[in-house]
């Protein structure tokens, strides 16, 4: 599905471009589709030589869950000392936090084609557990208990 628009910015910014091809939910829930994207970037890192990339050039990126896989993967190696250090990490349309699907955003977003609240939510549900048996009670906040929400308040908010 991605193979145009890679294939775009490759040849726009002249870059070598590698894509992930990583395990999908809800077969395979979290965290395949981290491992999968830690493993290939990992091997890569490695490899550089092998393909003539600067390791000095090296960036991350992904969109929607892949935005969430390519921050993850980010995180990770940050604090790598026998590895290439990245570069950036470009995130598009990231899911990056589950701990409240009422903020500001996803109201104002909560209808726009093509994904909409109720449906981000069932995504990240398949994504996590594999199921959606409790997508009203996170649709609704209830749930993370309060002093979760307390602790992750300068983070998450709508200010």
Known sequence: SHERICQYIAEESRSLVVSVGYRLAPEHKYPA?????LNATQHFLQHLERYGVDPARV???GDSAGGNL???VSQTLAGSSDLPRLRAQILIYP???ALDFNLPSYHQNRGVPLLLQKRAVFYSLQYVQGDTSNLEEILAGSHIPPDMRLKYRKWVSPD
């Open 95 to 97: 899911g990056l936090q």
């Open 33 to 37: 589709a981290y491992e999968d994207c």
């Open 59 to 61: 960036i991350v990126c």
């Open 70 to 72: 390519a921050a993850a």
